[in-house]
T-cell receptor, first 114, second 113 residues
Framework: GNSVTQMEGPVTLSEEAFLTINCTYT??????LFWYVQYPGEGLQLLLK?????DKGSNKGFEATYRKETTSFHLEKGSVQVSDSAVYFC?????????????FGKGTKLSVIP | NAGVTQTPKFQVLKTGQSMTLQCAQD?????MSWYRQDPGMGLRLIHY???????DQGEVPNGYNVSRSTTEDFPLRLLSAAPSQTSVYFC????????????FGNGTRLTVT
């Protein structure tokens, strides 16, 4: 079956530091990959996505590249801000008819300190 | 832009009580789903629906019931609340393809005492 593995948190960084959150996946076929962000007390919001190999998703300074050869979709940001403090979820959606469900990683909590 | 709307935002129940968590979406999405979020467990799928009149079980369906009489609404019923159902519940919807993201509501925080 499908699975998503994220690096365990929590991750604490100083403002303007470089961020990497690792995500690897197991799936049959050619899944679409997503990063979601959850701010305290809120629901999950789509941060970025990539739908095929070598695609790069980007939004709000965050980037992730769909690497089929390493089955990875690592999230990166060059300079984090305090406002980036949140929980980040990696997820996949498999290809094919009836493929509506997302499989989520367990989430990585990021805290950015001034 | 309402998106996915969940009510109530907070609820406290006593063991054995029943209640319905409401979810409505205005994006004409065929697919709707319910997740629960617990510390260290990520999000787990409870039930989902691929269209009006069609529902199916997810990973953790026991103790929950759903129905889908319209495209817009997908209520989640707790039949007899238990402390193990204390959680944050999220409703989500999407288009029925492999590329579209899920759109989430803001959640219902349920405590069962």
């Amino acid at each position: 079956g499908n699975s998503v593995t994220q690096m365990e948190g929590p991750v604490t960084l100083s403002e303007e530091a470089f961020l990497t959150i690792n995500c690897t996946y197991t799936a049959t076929g050619y899944p679409s990959l997503f990063w979601y962000v959850q701010y305290p007390g809120e629901g999950l919001q789509l941060l970025l996505k990539a739908t095929k190999a070598d695609d790069k998703g980007s939004n709000k300074g965050f980037e992730a590249t769909y690497r089929k050869e390493t089955t990875s979709f690592h999230l990166e940001k060059g300079s984090v801000q305090v406002s980036d403090s949140a929980v980040y979820f990696c997820a996949l959606k498999n290809s094919g008819a009836g493929s509506y469900q997302l499989t989520f990683g367990k989430g990585t909590k990021l805290s950015v300190i001034p | 832009n309402a998106g996915v709307t969940q009510t109530p935002k907070f609820q406290v129940l006593k063991t054995g009580q029943s209640m319905t968590l409401q979810c409505a979406q205005d994006m004409n999405h065929e697919y709707m789903s319910w997740y629960r979020q617990d510390p260290g467990m990520g999000l787990r799928l409870i039930h989902y629906s691929v269209g009006a009149g069609i529902t199916d079980q997810g990973e953790v369906p026991n103790g929950y019931n759903v129905s889908r009489s319209t495209t817009e609404d997908f209520p989640l019923r707790l039949l007899s609340a238990a402390p193990s159902q204390t959680s944050v519940y999220f409703c989500a919807s999407s288009d029925p393809d492999s590329f579209s993201p899920l759109h989430f509501g803001n959640g219902t925080r349920l405590t069962v005492t």
